[in-house]
Each structure stands twice: as structure tokens, then as C-alpha cells.
């Protein structure tokens, strides 16, 4: 799909991109959200630990299984309701561009593997979508996706 067909589309359908600052906000509480659920489910190890050298080294040995939990939460939720909590409560959703619709499982995934990437790549992947004009991040891109206001 063209741009300017998307842009007919995005018209006809009343649909506007969600704004930087909305994206941010989900994002903050989809990482507090994700936090916490890796807290809850690893609290055995971290109470365990007896100082914040043993909690720190811990962490990181575990990034793996945060990155894992990151990818599940992010993949399960926009496949199943086109949005996290976050993007919920920011009132926001993700959408495929060539239907409008939510994304396909394969599609939430592979969006949710390619953020991780933006993220251990010192976040070059969002800091690019408030550079472009679609304001897609590069999970966006590569799952031909994009985040608009509900």
C-alpha cells in the first residue's frame, strides 16, 4: 500500500496516529508492568539475595528470561487485542496497515522480537520513529505496523 493510499485509508476510516507522548506513557507502564511480573515470578531468587551486588548480578544473569517475558507480553497482547495495557490505558492500539485490523500472531511476535532489538541497541529504534513521519519505530517497519489513537 502506497502512502497516499494509507492516507485515504487513515481519512475514510477517521483514524490519526497516536502521539509521541502517548506512546511513551504506554511504554512506562508496560515496562512496570513487565517488571513486576518478573519480580513476582522470580521473587524466590531475589529474596534470597543478601545485598544489592548479589540482586544486581542476579538481574543479570536473567536478562534472557526478561527479554523472554518482555517478548510473550508484548506478542500474546497486540495479537489478541491489538494493544498492551499500556496502549489501553493510553488509549491506543497497534493496527496491520493492510487490513487496519490487529496484527496476525507471526506479526505481533516478530514486532515484539524487533523491540527488543531497539532496546538493546541504546533505543535507536523509538528514538527513529520520532524522526519519521509515520512515526514507526523499527518493530514497527518490520511488521509493517502502525499505532494509532482508538
Known sequence: MTEEELIKRFEQENITLASIPARAVAFMI???LVSLLFIAIYWDRFS???DIEQTVLLMNNMVMY????KILYQGFFVWMYGATLGKMVAKIRVIYIYDLDNPSLGQS???????IVSETVFYLGFIWAMLNPKREAWHDKAARTLVVNV
Do not use: C, G, Q
Open 30 to 32: 508496560d515496562e512496570v
Open 48 to 50: 534470597n539475595s543478601v
Open 66 to 69: 526478561v527479554m523472554l517475558i
Open 109 to 115: 511476535f516478530l514486532r515484539a522480537a524487533v523491540r
